[in-house]
């Protein structure tokens, strides 16, 4: 058989749809839009392609490390769509809203990340969601997280539940040990790998004294040093998705090593940063033992009583609103888009939470890393290829 005469099978793990699957499809996502268009949000359409600098700006090597670029006749560097949240703050962008104004879009369409299965694999999901943007009441975060919960029961997802996290709490958390933003962007980046044990304490400090980000003195010991670590960092950031650095590329962490002379963490700081991280990581289950149990922690932290105050309101402006309060998980391991997110994060899930239905959370910097004005805006989106599933 000749080259010319070989079958071509459909391309990795993208979709072909036979009529019975495409028609469920097709009335889960309309019905999601339907839905949406009910609670304010307005359909927009964007690319499938994009500038691949607009997901580096979102989440830097966690984000681009699961995009598929490529460069175009061209020349210029592009990339599908691996969500859309980006796309809808660029056209937000572009359409010159004001901040003072609260714009509620809704979106429906394909996305495509990489994914590993022993190698990298290509997939293809589809995604419905609703983003809101410009200024917001102090409810907005229960509000769309309801929006979220109660689209999945329209939907016909038996019993969803709601893993909500902190990213802001998190970064204060973090920023109560002397240690540099890269050592804190490098712990946050591991939190999934100390949750799931792929990573211990040891080995996550052995890989920060490896790479420079850490010694025993604390400071940066000349050029050479600083090329050896560039090297280590380059290498381990050839494993983006197992061993993530932050945002921050290795060239940037180096940079700015020898811009400021003394930012490296002394190892005996960075190892306690460590160890609270793996106690904060732990904390995750129902909300009122959750919190007591982050209550003690902060206690050690010495920041008071009052920390949790916007996550505890949070979550009784949900039970005030109607969400049973059994069905709320709070976990302080949550990890999504963490380099990114500026305040609650939250995951829907079904059937014992080992089902995740999409998810979402609040990003108020992102207007601005994408050359906006400063503009407050959470969102979410559903996975529907998981729901078509989980209905079943």
């Not at 359409?45 to 979102?58: H, Q």
């Not at 830097?60 to 020349?75: K, N, Y």
């Not at 509000?143 to 329209?154: Q, R, V």
Request: glycine share 10%; with cysteine.
């Amino acid at each position: 058989m000749s080259a010319n005469d070989r079958q071509i099978n459909k391309f990795n793990q993208m979709n072909d749809l036979l009529p019975d699957q495409l028609s469920e499809n097709t009335e889960l996502i309309s019905t999601s839009l339907n839905y949406l268009s009910k609670a304010g949000y307005q359909q927009v359409e964007t690319p499938i392609i994009e500038d691949s600098d607009l997901f580096a700006r979102k989440g830097g090597g966690e984000l681009m490390g699961l995009v598929c670029t490529f460069s175009d006749a061209r020349g210029q560097r592009v990339s599908l769509r691996p969500e859309f949240t980006s796309s809808i703050i660029r056209l937000y962008i572009e359409q010159n809203n004001k901040q003072d104004i609260e714009t509620k879009w809704s979106y429906a369409g394909p996305v495509f990340r990489y994914r590993s299965y022993g190698q990298m694999v290509l997939e293809q999901f589809t995604q419905v969601g609703g983003e809101i943007i410009g200024d917001q009441g102090p409810n907005t975060d229960s509000e769309l997280i309801c929006t979220a919960y109660n689209g999945l029961k329209k939907l016909g997802v038996k019993n969803p539940k709601i893993k909500i996290g902190d990213a802001k709490s998190l970064s204060k958390l973090f920023n109560t040990f002397e240690i540099s933003d890269a050592a804190k962007q490098f712990i946050k980046s591991n939190l999934g790998n100390i949750r799931s044990g792929s990573t211990d304490q040891k080995q996550l400090v052995e890989i920060a004294v490896d790479s420079g980000l850490t010694n025993e003195e604390g400071r940066v010991a000349g050029t050479d040093a600083g090329r050896k670590t560039l090297l280590e960092l380059e290498e381990l950031a050839k494993d983006q998705i197992n061993k993530p650095l932050g945002r921050r590329t290795p060239t940037e962490i180096i940079t700015r090593l020898e811009s400021k002379g003394s930012v490296v963490t002394k190892t005996h700081e960075f190892s306690k940063a460590v160890d609270f991280a793996s106690k904060l990581v732990s904390i995750n289950g129902d909300s009122n033992n959750s919190l007591d149990s982050a209550d003690q922690l902060i206690n050690i932290a010495d920041l008071g009583s009052k920390f949790f105050d916007p996550l505890k309101s949070l979550l009784l402006d949900l039970e005030n609103k109607g969400l049973p309060i059994e069905n709320i998980i709070l976990d302080f391991g949550m990890v999504r888009g963490i380099s990114y997110y500026t305040g609650m994060i939250f995951e829907l899930t079904c059937g014992n939470d080992s089902i995740s239905l999409g998810g979402g959370g609040r990003y108020d910097k992102l207007a601005v890393n994408l050359g906006g004005s400063n503009s407050n805006a959470l969102g979410f989106a559903y996975n529907i290829d998981a729901i078509s599933e989980a209905i079943k």
